[in-house]
T-cell receptor, first 111, second 114 residues
Framework: DAKTTQPPSMDCAEGRAANLPCNHS???????VYWYRQIHSQGPQYIIH???NNETNEMASLIITEDRKSSTLILPHATLRDTAVYYC????????????FGQGTTLQVKP | DTAVSQTPKYLVTQMGNDKSIKCEQN?????MYWYKQDSKKFLKIMFS?????LIINETVPNRFSPKSPDKAHLNLHINSLELGDSAVYFC?????WGRGYEQYFGPGTRLTVT
């Protein structure tokens, strides 16, 4: 599975869009980009995943560049409850299912 | 209705003891996992079971023994506990292991070894 690089921390004003970047320059053609988050003291929570196309669900949007070497998770209207560590993970669809978590980005949403 | 539940939530014990952590999922998933999150907050997979069969064993000391009595349960037994075993242990589940389905995590069990 390809390695990912994320900024260690980011701030965002409440009500604004939070844009969290992720670099995965060694991603291969059959590998998906997954995003999870971990709110303090809770279990990680799945947010969204994608292969090539941009994806949107009720929680967030995922924008993947055309060359697939980077992506951005967008929380359209961040709230204080979105303060968490956000993990960008790349994994193939045929692997054993294990998620390899990096250090992630600590997003602090401020009032 | 809790999707993935773990018991106990907190566990404080002394070195050398044997303890178990239980995990149950009511999502009808085939695959279950154990992850460990250490004091530096790194999350690392330990084991995975698919339909009660072990498919991932990430070079974990053999003092750790997972047991899956059925698809809905995956327990973790730890023998001869050491100080370094202190961590938060998360159970997770997913529909299948090889198709990239999202994983659902439990609330965690904070183990403290004194």
């Amino acid at each position: 599975d390809a390695k990912t690089t994320q900024p260690p921390s980011m701030d965002c004003a409440e009500g604004r869009a939070a844009n969290l970047p992720c670099n995965h320059s060694t991603i291969s053609g059959n590998e998906y980009v997954y995003w999870y988050r971990q709110i303090h003291s809770q279990g990680p929570q799945y947010i969204i995943h994608g292969l090539k196309n941009n994806e949107t669900n009720e929680m967030a949007s995922l924008i993947i560049t055309e060359d697939r070497k980077s992506s951005t998770l967008i929380l359209p209207h961040a709230t204080l409850r979105d303060t968490a560590v956000y993990y960008c993970i790349v994994r193939g669809s045929s692997n054993t299912g294990k998620l390899i978590f990096g250090q992630g980005t600590t997003l602090q949403v401020k009032p | 209705d809790t999707a993935v539940s773990q018991t106990p939530k907190y566990l404080v014990t002394q070195m050398g003891n044997d303890k178990s952590i239980k995990c149950e999922q009511n999502l009808g998933h085939d695959t279950m996992y154990w992850y460990k999150q250490d004091s530096k907050k790194f999350l690392k997979i330990m084991f995975s079971y698919n339909n009660k069969e072990l498919i991932i064993n990430e070079t974990v000391p053999n003092r750790f023994s997972p047991k899956s009595p059925d698809k809905a349960h995956l327990n973790l037994h730890i023998n001869s506990l050491e100080l370094g075993d202190s961590a938060v242990y998360f159970c997770a589940s997913s529909y299948e292991w090889g198709r990239g389905y999202e994983q659902y995590f439990g609330p965690g069990t904070r183990l403290t070894v004194t």
